[in-house]
């Protein structure tokens, strides 16, 4: 698959690259979103330049490794003898050429086996001066990444020229991804795999998105089939409860009070493990338009990830019948199912892209003026605040419905406990067979 996008964080690295500065950067992000591709397109054209690809292996090992791959820029170093990273990092200060860039990526193995290294790492940068020598380090754990360069304290603190975050990648470059597949493929493409361009790539061989799911996801023997345990492990102290909350989220329980039921636990002890899901973007909390985000009892959770959200959905509960795709009845079950989940995606994808255009767009719900219980896909205010949009969104609808559905709207608008803030509202419907995101 093509390099797509990153353009930002490409310009931002190049620019590090060249200044005549000693320089240090990090980099990070969830897996499989891209850094390691991100990061040999920056360095694939440069001259005096070490890659080095970190495992889980002893620290005597990994030092070892790392030397011969300098020695292949630096041959002195197959001579010598080094056994802590101290000496290592003296080392190549000493014999590296001007301008010389070492790239460690997946640091916080490296760290895990040497607790000392961000303190050895710290020392080097602040003698760089104007060698123009720099370090970058890179790694998958959000939770470890951010730690060494954001924690006051740390001894990577405040030295990072860069910090870069490599997010996933919008919808619009999945049809740059998939240049051949129509509009309801690549939202269920999306629908199961998210913005992750690794994901994309094990898709890409597949006729559809549903022969890629069976391969990769729903097979015992698929790449994907156990990706949220590592996924998870990377991020969270505690993998089992970390995945029990996005289990009963995903399942339908929404209520801090329905979650915590389910799992049979005070709604107290949910608070840290939900705020850091929250934090790493696994999960979001919902409120209707207007309501305090830190309003409890409005709030909904849901898993945001698509990929996640859609292996707790349907990969999970079904891991003792994961043929179920060739039973027909289970077949009709699924594609039921999925179409209801589609739908949602396919809210959130245009909530996504209204954002950019009008302030607080959001759902809402809850008892109109009229008394009677009303729900809304969308509802935002414009930025000048006179104009209130309210909105509705479909997976396919003919000229009739969407009729139909904007005077239902009309009326329901009428009745918004807020309609009398605004001068104007706008009744839109947002139907996915007619509209790119």
């Not at 698959?1 to 490409?10: A, D, G, P, S, Y």
């Not at 197959?78 to 997946?106: C, H, N, Q, T």
């Not at 549903?210 to 505690?238: A, C, T, W, Y």
């Not at 009677?372 to 104009?387: A, L, R």
Request: glycine share 6%; aromatic share 10%; net charge neutral.
């Amino acid at each position: 698959m093509e390099f797509l996008n990153r353009i930002e964080e490409k310009a931002r690295l190049d620019a590090l690259l060249d200044s005549p500065r000693g320089e240090f950067a990090c980099v990070y992000g969830r897996r499989r979103c891209g850094k390691t591709r991100l990061l040999r397109e920056v360095i694939s054209k440069r001259e005096n330049v070490v890659y080095f690809l970190a495992d889980q292996s002893e620290k005597s090992l990994q030092i070892s490794r790392l030397k011969d791959e300098v020695a292949m820029q630096i041959p002195v170093f197959l001579d010598l003898e080094i056994k802590d990273w101290g000496k290592f990092f003296d080392l190549w200060r000493m014999y590296a050429p001007k301008g010389s860039v070492l790239v460690l990526d997946e640091f916080p193995y490296l760290v895990r086996m040497a607790p000392e290294l961000p303190s050895v790492i710290q020392r080097t940068v602040d003698v760089f001066g104007d060698t123009g020598n720099k370090i970058i380090i890179c790694g998958s754990s959000q939770r470890m990444m951010q730690g060494f360069v954001l924690s006051a304290g740390e001894p990577l603190y405040g030295r990072a020229r860069e910090i870069i975050k490599v997010e996933p990648l919008e919808f619009k470059w999945l049809k740059s991804a998939f240049p051949n597949r129509q509009k309801r493929e690549l939202l269920s493409l999306w629908a199961v795999y998210g913005g992750v361009p690794r994901y994309w790539e094990l898709a890409e061989s597949d006729a559809n998105w549903i022969e890629s799911v069976k391969r990769n996801i729903f097979n015992p023997l698929g790449v994907l089939h156990d990706e949220p345990q590592f996924l998870l492990m990377d991020e969270v102290g505690d993998f089992a409860k970390a995945s029990s909350l996005l289990s009963v989220i995903g399942g339908g329980a929404n209520r801090i009070s329905e979650i915590a039921s389910k799992l049979d636990r005070k709604a107290t002890e949910l608070s840290h493990p939900l705020k850091r899901l929250l934090d790493l973007g696994f999960i979001e909390k919902d409120v209707p338009f207007g309501a305090d985000i830190e309003n409890g009892k409005k709030s909904l959770y849901r898993v945001a990830d698509p990929f996640l959200n859609f292996w707790y959905k349907f990969a999970l509960p079904n891991r003792s019948r994961l043929e179920f795709l060739e039973d027909a009845d289970s077949a009709r079950e699924f594609n039921h199912k999925f179409d209801v989940y589609l739908g949602d995606v396919w809210e959130r994808l245009v909530r996504s892209r209204l954002a950019k255009e009008w302030r607080m767009v959001s759902r809402w719900w809850g008892t109109g003026t009229n008394r009677q219980k009303m729900e809304i896909d969308i509802v935002g205010e414009s930025f000048d605040g006179k104009t209130l949009l309210v909105g509705e969104v479909k997976l396919s609808a003919n000229e009739l419905e969407v009729e139909r559905i904007k005077r239902d709207l009309m009326t329901k608008a009428e009745a918004l406990p807020f309609r009398s803030k605004y001068d104007s509202f706008q009744v839109e419907v947002y139907v996915a067979d007619e509209m790119d995101v």
